[in-house]
């Protein structure tokens, strides 16, 4: 399979010499226009993902941030600008404990400090390339047909990948040795396992031994063009409180417009 971690196989692929994809790579990483990442499966995981959306009362929306920071099982976290102002965001919540965070959710509304809440449960995300005639330039306007797109979806034959069936239960298939792994690969790619091993503290057979058991929590080694939205902060699984924009778990750039994919999702919400 092609991916940021076999390069040679790539080179061998586009017919050309390895040492030439090795640098162009390390140039466009070097200049923060690729980032190659881990994309976990996070229902094998025993989390559900929710996406929520803050309106937060006038003068509050740095307060607001400071309170969604507080519940640490976020993966994004954003201002969000316009006629609803404050913040959107991404959580990865336990299934046991999904109950506690609606609440969680709603006591900010209680305290004063969000005006309204919108919380979407969801199955992972499928990214789709980004049409031009989506967006009307001259009008600087969203020319989507939703319409259309909703009654596609209603129709089309087929089965849907797994990662957007809802799941009977969120097993959980990873031990503490697997979340570690998959930390240091969600922070990059392409991290050597001799890297990994001297990271976390464990030996390097080790690391061999669990790699292969994470492999069905593997979303894909994802590589994403583009750059952190302005105002966000987002972190890997199992790192607390870091909110460095150096490694992220989603694709950047798509997320500048947090609204505009809330619409996206409000079809698949519960």
Same mark, same amino acid.
């Given at each position: ?14 017919e ?12 466009m ?7 190659l ?9 025993? &989390?559900?993902?929710?996406? $929520? !959306?803050? *309106?937060?009362?006038?003068?509050y929306? @740095?307060?607001? /941030? ?11 976290l954003?201002r969000?600008?316009?006629?609803s102002?404050?913040?959107a ?5 336990p &299934?046991?404990k999904a109950? $506690? !965070?609606? *609440? ?5 509304? @209680?305290?004063? /400090? ?17 049409q ?23 129709t ?20 503490l ?12 790619g ?5 890297d990994i ?31 952190p ?19 992220g778990?989603?694709?950047r ?18």
């Amino acid at each position: 399979m092609l991916g940021p971690r076999n390069l040679t196989l790539i080179a061998k692929h586009l017919e050309m010499p390895t040492t030439t994809v090795r640098y162009r790579v390390q140039r466009m990483l070097s200049n923060s226009i690729l980032f190659l990442h881990l994309n976990p499966y996070h229902t094998f995981m025993g &989390l559900k993902k929710s996406v $929520v !959306f803050f *309106e937060a009362e006038p003068g509050y929306e @740095d307060l607001l /941030v400071d309170c969604l920071r507080i519940n640490d099982f976020w993966l994004y976290l954003s201002r969000s600008y316009g006629p609803s102002e404050g913040c959107a965001g991404i959580w990865t919540i336990p &299934l046991e404990k999904a109950g $506690v !965070f609606e *609440e969680f959710a709603d006591s900010l509304i @209680d305290y004063g /400090v969000a005006r309204s809440v919108e919380l979407n449960w969801s199955t992972c995300f499928e990214g789709i390339p980004v049409q031009k005639r989506w967006f009307d330039l001259e009008d600087s306007a969203w020319t989507f047909d939703w319409g259309e797109w909703k009654n596609e979806v209603r129709t089309i034959e087929g089965t849907l990948p797994i990662t957007l069936v809802e799941p009977d239960d969120w097993p959980i298939k990873v031990d503490l040795e697997d979340l570690l792994i998959i930390k240091e690969l969600e922070k990059n790619g392409r991290t050597t396992l001799t890297d990994i091993a001297k990271i976390i503290g464990l030996p390097l057979e080790t690391v061999k031994y669990h790699l292969p058991d994470t492999g069905d929590i593997w979303r894909d080694l994802a590589l994403a063009l583009g750059c952190p939205a302005a105002g966000s902060v987002e972190k890997p699984l199992g790192a607390p409180g870091d909110t460095s924009l150096a490694g992220g778990t989603f694709c950047r750039g798509a997320w500048a417009d947090s609204r505009w994919w809330g619409q996206c999702l409000r079809g698949r919400r519960r």
